[in-house]
């Protein structure tokens, strides 16, 4: 499976980007889709994870009520629109595919294939 991301660039705080991307896979509804962030130096962490189907999805503490992971099955496109962002957020963002229900609760170790991250920069 090839991941492709893109949308990310320089916001303001307090303002939202979407980023998306996009899967070569043709069975893309039967993976597990999620977003990670890293920033130098740190370890990779969980931002959200959403079903194959899309009915359910899961968030980090920090980015609750701000953040939204959704997709398109028909477009084989995963998104994550953030709101309110912050300089904490600042970090660049890969996207992730699994098959395990572990990455569905932000595991890790439950992701397949990874795409090039993408850099967010939020100015204060």
């Known amino acids: 499976v090839q991941l492709q991301a893109s949308g990310g660039g320089l916001v303001q705080a307090g303002g939202s980007l979407r980023l998306s991307c996009a899967a070569s896979e043709r069975a893309f509804g039967t993976y597990v889709m999620g977003w990670f962030r890293q920033v130098s130096g740190k370890e990779r962490e969980f931002v959200a994870a959403i079903s194959g189907g899309g009915g359910s999805s899961d968030y980090a503490d920090s980015v609750k009520g701000r953040f939204t992971i959704s997709r398109d099955n028909a477009k084989n496109t995963v998104y994550l629109q953030m709101n309110s962002l912050n300089a904490e957020d600042t970090a660049v963002y890969y996207c992730?595919?699994?098959?395990?229900?572990?990455?569905?609760?932000?595991?890790?170790?439950?992701?397949?294939?990874w795409g090039k991250g993408t850099l967010v920069t939020v100015s204060s």
């Open positions: 992730a595919a699994g098959r395990s229900s572990g990455l569905s609760r932000g595991y890790i170790g439950g992701v397949d294939y």
